[in-house]
């Protein structure tokens, strides 16, 4: 039985649609978790450079040692959840491409994981980077070679021309 | 010059993602105000039948008298907003159709307008309103019929296969 | 009777949650309009500086020339709203103190106003601020002494020791 | 070392506040994570009577059998979470009173907890409920007499007539 699915693509790619899709089409509930939850729980001073997560103006984010060991205990968390009896859907940019699956690897031990890619087309993530609205763009672009590098997957969607309910639908066979 | 674009479309029709592209691609800066601006300044009271607009778990949309009498102030008052000179654009869902286009036009009365009918197909629609993750589903159908009906405009746009970005793209050179 | 209620108050000062508990307590349903209304409403450009609204870091708020120009209009709209029959009550933070008043002043013109003044500690202020878990701090202080500088008011409320509901229920009489 | 902070209370009685204003004061990162991250997580399907959570009209919370598996699943994931090595600040409403804290207790067992009690006066929650502009009120009252219940604390607050930040600096000492 599928215990954990990690979904991993750049910003803007359309990841949280898809796990929106998810959470309704599965039959189970899954909570689903990702670095946002995680940065959304950091103190407002951890979004300053040397010590958390930075947003610079041209979209990089810049990760610190502070941000670093406090995202790898959360890691553990969300393993220890699905431990527990939770299955967990888990939306993440894997900025350090292998080694960050690697790192999720080594947390989620013997847990069944399904490991899905959600690639898009620059241009096209760039376009939905502006109609979201965000004040700080160019963060698609800065993270399209980095998130995928030798990262290996289950399962890959590619949101450039499929919605995410059609996504979705066609990861959900993979759950079992 | 174009004073005020006015895009109708039914909810999860990509209205919102266009009005950002279209802030971010025209040179001058455009306000953007809609139904959910008027919706999100009303007291929370308002959100029950018989005074103001109600979201019913089946998606539609029930607009009673009070709030009907509050909107047609609000048309007023974006009407006089780009009469002093703001470019607005407008993201609107016109529930009563030809109708509520009427009651626009009225107040809107010599300033120079582009009408944008923005299409989207239903079920692509419906898998959007999942993908946003609203509690409300069904809302996006509900409007499907009423929103367009005896609708004029100088232009239509259709985000089924077409991004957000794309559509600002071909509204801009419409806005002189 | 009265057509437009202004608070005017520093950042932090409270007036939000005022203006939520006047409309819970008025019988008569006023939409809520502010400076925070129009920020919302703004192209993401437009808040960098030299051209729109800047939130330096220091918390301090500079308004360019285009900011100003639309804010202008925005003005008229809101004046608008209300002599087409919606009770308005606004949401403001008097950067210009009595400059911004006239500005209202002439805009509102022969509308009946009830204005209202929100005053809190600094001290307070800058607690409220962290624990709103902004980003950007010291907002608050920086607007402590321009805001209600040669500003008149028909009654003013101090949120220092005063609770939101208990501010809003001394409004209440003075709006008839 | 202390390793978890609990802060219990009802709802609107000012423990998200104090968690931020915490966070600001304490020296370490504390990232803050509560009930309120687990129901973001949740399938908006979750939401619905007999499986997850609701909210009732009257402000009732209603848990069903599925949010409270799931919910035990998040505290073992908080649990693991500080195990390796992250401080974390939990906001919390104990809707079972004394059940509730013994299946935190549980969970977290050997690390070092700090148990902290948020009060508030039932009436000023209530107002502070109608500040917030929640269009579900009476959930400050409905949970009033039961959070407490047989709940043992180190330390109790009071937000009725004291700022968050004062909490926070009332609380600060007692982590070490």
């Given amino acids: 039985m ?3 699915i990690v979904l991993n693509g750049r910003s803007s790619s359309g990841k949280s649609g898809i796990v929106r899709c998810l959470q309704a089409v599965l039959p189970d509930p899954w909570p689903a978790l990702g670095v946002d939850t995680l940065v959304q729980a950091m103190p407002a001073s951890m979004r300053a450079l040397d010590a958390g997560i930075e947003f610079a103006p041209d979209g990089a984010v810049i990760v610190g040692p502070e941000f670093r060991a406090l995202e790898a205990a959360w890691i553990e968390g969300v393993a220890a959840m ?9 939306d993440e940019v894997f900025l350090g491409g292998a080694d960050s699956q690697q790192r999720w690897r080594k947390a989620l031990g013997e847990l069944r994981v399904l490991w899905v890619g959600v690639r898009c087309d620059g241009a096209v993530a760039a376009g939905r980077e502006v109609a979201r609205g965000d004040r700080v763009t160019g963060m698609a672009a800065s993270q399209a070679d980095l998130v995928h590098q030798g990262v290996a997957y289950d399962l890959e969607v590619d949101t450039t021309h499929t919605e995410s309910i059609d996504c979705a639908r066609a990861i959900a066979p993979h759950v079992n």
Same sequence: chains 1, 2, 3, 4.
Avoid: E, K, L, Y
Wanted: avoid cysteine.
């Fill in 2 to 4: 599928t215990q954990v």
């Fill in 82 to 90: 699905a431990r527990a009896g939770a299955r967990v859907v888990v």
